[in-house]
C-alpha cells in the first residue's frame, strides 16, 4: 500500500498532504506519528467522562492536527465539536448531536488507526 | 546558540523557535522550516519561555501554538512582554481557529502575525522570512540612527537629519559647535578604553546640557561631538564651556572648540563639521585656548589650501615650481662660495604663492618628496650648465625634508640623480633640519652617514630657530651648520653677538664650517667676519636669483 492508497481508504487528502509535506516519505512518516497522538482519543475520554473544557481543547488541538496532516473527514467531525464547544456558541452548541459527532470520530478515528497499522506492517 | 549553516538562498539560518505541545504539529512544523532554519522546539510556554531567556538575542522568530497545557500562548506573550530584552524577537501565532477573537487577542499582546492550520508551507516560510526582515532592517535603522556609545545621534544620521532640518527651516539661524578632546590618546593610553568610554558618555551628556539651544548632538568620530544649537549673538563661550569637562576623569583632558556661525543651510552639514574642526585645529596645540571660530581667512586659506593641493601634480608636470638659486658669500676669499636652491610657485590662478604656504602643506600630504627630487634634478642641471658653459661652478645645497627619508634608499638615489647628470657629489650640498633628526634619528642618522660616505656635503638648515637640540649636533654626520636667521636678527637688533660667537666657536670645536642666514647689513658681515664665521647668505650680498641671473652672477 502507498501512502497515496492509504489516505484514499482513511477520509485523507493525499495531494494536500504532499503539497505540504513534499516528499512521498514524508507523508509516509507523518501519518505514522499519527498514531502516537492522543488527541482524538482525549477528546472522546473527556466528551464521555462529561468533563467538556477538555473535550474542547482536545477538540481543537484534534482540528488542528488532522488539518495538517490533512485527514479531511476527522478534521471535519473534530472542527465541528470544536466549534460546538468553544465558550461562547451556545447557539450552535444547542443545535449540535456533540453524542453523535463524537460517536462518527470515535468510529472513523478507530478504523483509520487499524488502516495506518496495517500500512505499518506491510 | 550561533547560526550554522545557510538556507537554499545562500544566507545565514535565522533561528526560529516553535512553541508547539502536540508533537506531531511541531515535527512538522520543524519538517516545513528546516530547510530555510534552523528551528529550535519547545513544547509548551513555560519552555518556550526558558528558550527565549537563554537565546533571545540568536533568536529571530517565534511561532507559538495558541492552546497548550500549563502555560498557553496568551501567557507566553504576557510574559515575553514584561520584559524588553525580548522585544527584538518577534512571534508569528499559530492557531487552527476559524474565529477571530483568538488572533485579536494575540494582536492585542504584542504578536506580530499569525498564520492558520492547517500549515500553507510558502505562506508561513514567506511570513516568517518577512517578518524577519522587517525586524532586522528596523534594528538596522536604530543601529544607523544612534551612536552606540553615547546618547548622541551617529555621525551619518546626525549629518542627514540636520540636513533635513536646516532644509525646512530656511529662515532661523543656527551655529555649528564641534568639541574634540584633543589628547583623546593619550588618555586612552592612560586610563583604559573602558574608562575612557564612560568618560565620553559623561561629556556628551553635559555638552547637550550645557550648550544652548541644542538642535541635536551627534558623535562625529572618536571623540569628537557635533552639536547644531539656536545662533547665538556674542556669546561668552570661555564661561559656557569653563566647567565642561571639569571633574570627568582626567583632570588633563584637552578640549578644543570649533564654531561655525551662521551655518549655510544649503552646504553639507559633513562640511560645515569639517569647517568647525578646522576652525578647533587652530587652538589644538594652543594651551588655555579652548574655542576658536571658523572666519573669513580660515575659509580662505582653506580655498586655498583645496586649489593648492589640486593643482599641485599638474604645477610639478607644468613646471610651474621655478628654481630660484641664492649665493653664498665666502668671507674668507671674498668670492661666491655656493648657493641655495629655493624654490618659488607661480600659481596661474593664486599668483605667486609663498613658500611658507605651501611647503608645510605637502610636509603635511608628503607632496614634498616629489618637489624636493624635482629641486635636485633641477640643481644638478644648473651645475652642469654653469659647468658647460665655462661659469664659476660653486655648490648647490637643496633642502631634504624629513618626510623624504621615508624613501628606504634615499642616499642611493640622490647618489642616483647626481651621477646621471655627471655632477660630482661634492657639489651638492643636503639640507636638512633638525627635526628630521627629532622624528626618527636612527634612520636619518644612517642615511646621512651613506650620503657623507658617498661624497656629498651635509649641512644643518636654521640652528638656533625653534628648538635647538645639542645632541643632534653631536650625533647628526655634519659638515656645516647654518645659523638661523633669527639669530643673526636678534645679534643685530640688540647688538649682542655672543650667542652668535658661541655658536660658531661650537661648530668649530665640532669641526663644522658656519653659515650665517639672513645677512642684511655691513655691520652685520663685518662682526660675522671678525667672528670667524664662515659663509654669509642673505639679501646684502645677493637675493635669491632666476637661473639666468644666477648665471650672470657666477660669470
Redesign the interface.
Known sequence: MTPKELYAQIGGDYEEAISRLGTDDLVGYFILRFLDDGSCNDLVDAWEQGDEDEAFKAAHTAKGLCANLALTDLCSLATQICEALRPGNEALRAQTDIDALVGQLKELYASAIQKIRAFQEQ | MVYSTKNDSGMPKRNVLIVE?????R??LH??LANEFNVLEAKDGLEGLDQLRRNYGSLSLVLLDV?MPRCDGFEFLRQKRMDERFDSVPVIVT?????CEDEIECLRLGANDFVV?????EIIVNRVNNIIRLRESASIVNQLTWDNLTELYSSEFFYRHMHDFLSNSQTGAYDMVCSEITNFKALSDRYGKGNCDRMLQELAKRLNFTLPNVVAGGRIANSTFAFLIEHQNNRDWTNTLMNVSHGLIATNMSLKFGIVENVDHGLAVSLTCDRAVIALEQVRETFGVSVAWYTEDLHAKQVREQVIVETMEQALAEKQFIVYYQPKYDLHTGQTGGAEALVRWIHPELGFVRPDFFIPLFERNGFITNLDYYVLEEACKEIVRCRENGLHVVPISVNVSRLDFDTEDLAQQIAHIADSHGVDHSLLHIEITETAYIDNPDLVVAALQELKDNGFIIELDDFGAGYSSLASLNMLPLDVMKLDMSIIRQAASLDDYRIVRSAIQMAGFLGLKTVAEGVETEEETKQLKELGCDMIQGYYFAKPLEQREFEEYVS
Open positions: 505541545d502536540n508533537d506531531v504539529n515535527e512538522m519538517a516545513i492552546y492557531t487552527a481557529s476559524d474565529l492550520k492547517p500549515y500553507n508551507v
